[in-house]
């Protein structure tokens, strides 16, 4: 795919100020991080499920002791609620992704840890951790999951602990879903060679008072209905000079690849780019540049950039 066009005012000066924002969101959880990717969910030497502690044969009680030394710092309980929150402006982030390509790290411009993806040993999703100090507390283990089937042309995005039964105090604690993903291609009319990787998604509705849809089945029950809002993906153009698809990216996307993609919601497209919601769009080899705004969540925008990690 062709991309054309210059930076528009679209992502403006608000950029900078919506950066700032999403780290006052997470409670002040990110910091400053420098160095290459790596291993960001468990730095050299410290092995996956290691114990803290001298305690080896009794792992429910080393875990009870960190995440009481957790709370006692304030760093349990709404950890993953800022990236729930749908946005008030545009915002940019960066996705970086490493080398073996098993995982995804979201950071601010500013080099700022958020979040980080890590496939699954099966190949079928991701864990997603909170980032603290570049290594997520391992007595809360991952935040959020992104499952997909088989095919992978099917994901699901939830929220490990649902944040409406915590705050309930209920002791069966539901997992909230979030989003969902569906990918499939479609064959261009004009040259049946020409293929586009297309992804449909479904989120929670956001109510005029600004309130989003809980889609829990602990909440809601399990035949209640979920509100939601459709999003599809924005159709490149076929340029019969070039013979060749082209779409715009307002000079946000330096290099063509099949991971290029944007999103707008459905009823309300367009060529404009007011009506694009989501950006994501190749930097350099192995760096990503994320812009989205209402209606998406930072959550919510991170796992569609994750889901098209399978596209070739």
Not at 17 to 44: T, W, Y
Not at 66 to 83: K, N, V, Y
Not at 97 to 107: N, Y
């Amino acid at each position: 795919m062709c991309i054309i066009g210059e930076e528009s005012n679209w992502f403006s000066s608000t950029a900078a100020l919506a950066q700032r924002k999403v780290s006052q969101q997470v409670n002040g959880i990110v910091r400053s991080c420098s160095g290459k990717m790596g291993r960001c969910v468990h730095p050299d030497g410290v092995t996956v499920g290691s114990k803290v502690g001298d305690m080896p044969e009794e792992p429910r009680q080393w875990c009870a002791f960190e995440h009481a030394d957790l709370m006692e710092q304030g760093r349990t309980g709404g950890l993953a609620c800022g990236f729930l929150e749908v946005v008030d402006e545009e915002t940019r982030l960066c996705v970086n992704r490493s080398e073996d390509k098993k995982e995804l790290l979201l950071t601010t411009y500013d080099g700022e840890n958020l979040l980080l993806a890590r496939l699954l040993d099966n190949g079928e999703g991701f864990n997603i951790f909170v980032t603290t100090d570049g290594d997520p507390p391992r007595a809360l283990g991952p935040a959020f999951s992104l499952k997909s089937n088989k095919a992978k042309d099917k994901w699901t995005l939830s929220c490990n602990m649902c944040d409406q039964c915590e705050a309930r105090g209920r002791r069966l604690c539901g997992s909230r879903e979030l989003a969902y993903y569906s990918h499939h291609i479609e064959t261009v009319e004009q040259d049946s060679e020409a293929k586009i990787m297309c992804m449909d998604m479904e989120i929670p509705a956001v109510s005029q008072d600004g309130v989003t849809d809980v889609w829990c089945p602990i909440c809601k029950g399990q035949d209640g209905e979920q509100e939601f809002v459709e999003l599809t993906t924005r159709r490149p153009k076929w340029n019969n000079r070039h013979k060749t698809l082209t779409m715009d990216f307002f000079g946000r996307c330096k290099l063509a690849s099949a991971k290029n993609f944007q999103l707008e919601e459905v009823g309300k497209t367009g060529d404009k780019a007011d009506t694009v919601k989501l950006l994501f769009g190749k930097a350099s080899d192995s760096q990503f540049i994320l812009d989205f705004h209402q209606p998406l969540s930072p959550i919510q925008a991170f796992a569609a950039a994750i889901s098209t990690m399978v596209w070739k």
